[in-house]
């Protein structure tokens, strides 16, 4: 996973070997990447990984990093969706039995985790036309 990302990343050299600047950051900007008609809307569903969608789209899996970068997701484990099951056992640590109701107060912590996974659930992608257009300018301005 990490080698296709970092495949167009600059090398440093640490102590006497070369590493990859892992610190450098590609954002979409300019003629297209800000154009919203270079973009259709997906809905990650329960369990869905950014390589599952990449496959479903682009036919490659290894094309992730483009789902990523489209939606400025800097951070996977933060920006993407958990599984519902994560949710469930992360919200049953706010309880003392570990029984919560089905979010129906707006102060119940498992409806409040639900809607904030729920919104990661709403990406874009860059239209498969689009996709030599960026791989070529990724290569020419790295």
């Known amino acids: 996973m990490a080698d296709n990302y970092f495949k167009f990343s600059d090398t440093v050299n640490v102590s ?5 600047d892992i610190f450098k950051r ?3 900007k ?3 990447f800000d154009d919203n008609s270079s973009y259709d809307d997906f809905k990650v569903m329960d369990g869905m990984t950014p390589e599952s969608v990449a496959r479903n789209i682009y036919g490659s899996a290894s094309l992730y990093w483009v789902i990523l970068l489209s939606n400025g997701m800097q951070d996977f484990l933060y920006d993407w969706p958990i599984l ?5 056992k992360i919200a049953s640590k706010y309880y003392a039995d570990g029984n919560f109701d089905t979010g129906q107060d707006e ?3 498992y409806a ?8 990661k659930r709403d990406i874009k992608y ?3 036309s689009r996709l030599s257009e960026l791989i ?3 290569n020419k301005s790295l």
């Not at 006497?16 to 990859?20: A, G, M, N, P, S």
């Not at 519902?84 to 469930?88: C, H």
């Not at 409040?112 to 919104?119: F, G, K």
């Open 136 to 138: 070529f300018e990724l």
């Open 107 to 109: 102060d119940d912590i």
């Open 84 to 88: 519902d099951d994560v949710v469930r």
């Open 112 to 119: 409040i985790l639900v809607a904030e996974n729920d919104a």
């Open 26 to 28: 590609i954002v979409f």
């Open 16 to 20: 006497d070997e070369d590493v990859k």
């Open 30 to 32: 300019g003629k297209f």
């Open 126 to 128: 860059l239209k498969k």
